[in-house]
């Protein structure tokens, strides 16, 4: 059901995914979330970290 139903955070998984699969590390990573936590979902990427999640994703990606 999940797989049906979109959420704000979906408009992020293309993009995130184009950028691991073109090898970016985590600091292109975390720049490219700082980018859209701060003008599309108007986040304070400094209260809001993105540093660990994108070092996450580059891991598992990674480990694939």
Do not use: K
């Not at 490219?32 to 979902?41: A, G």
């Amino acid at each position: 059901v999940a797989a049906l139903v979109d959420d704000e955070y979906d408009s992020l998984i293309g993009p995130l995914r184009e950028r691991l699969e073109a090898g970016d590390g985590v600091a292109e990573i975390t720049q490219f979330l700082v980018l859209e936590l701060h003008e599309r979902y108007d986040l304070d990427p400094f209260t809001h970290d993105p540093e660990p999640l994108a070092q996450d994703l580059v891991n598992l990606w990674r480990s694939r």
